[in-house]
């Protein structure tokens, strides 16, 4: 079994910047998937950006491609978002989820990865 905790959240202005970290724990090794998912109040989980254990791939949604980072550091069992260039519409409730299978079985749904955070608030004022 896998635990995933966030933090890295709390406010932000426009323009600045926040790096968000997951804490892996429990059977680690098994993780194939890790992502990173917005959800904002009455909306779903939105994907943002995933990457293969070990870093050899990575993807963003349009909306955060070129001012998010997803990075691991395996040693250590953590995954980071890096959000630079920050938007008000960027505000929301992000959760880090993982997954056994690879990312081009799971990414894109929510539904599909296994594992999830507990979730940590991202608030842009403009």
């Known amino acids: 079994q896998v635990q995933l905790v966030e933090s890295g959240g709390g406010p932000a202005q426009t323009g600045g910047s926040l790096r968000l970290s997951c804490a892996a724990s429990g059977n680690v090794d098994s993780l194939q998937c890790m992502a990173w998912f917005r959800q904002v109040p009455g909306g779903e989980r939105r994907g943002l950006a995933h990457i293969d254990n070990g870093g050899a791939k990575t993807y963003y949604h349009e909306s955060v491609r070129g001012r998010f980072t997803i990075s691991q550091d395996n040693g250590k069992n953590l995954t980071y978002l890096q959000m630079d260039s920050l938007k008000p519409e960027d505000t929301g409730v992000y959760y880090c989820?993982?997954?056994?299978?690879?990312?081009?079985?799971?990414?894109?749904?929510?539904?599909?990865?296994?594992?999830w955070g507990q979730g940590t608030q991202v608030t842009v004022s403009s």
């Open positions: 989820a993982a997954d056994r299978r690879r990312c081009a079985l799971v990414a894109g749904s929510a539904h599909r990865f296994s594992t």
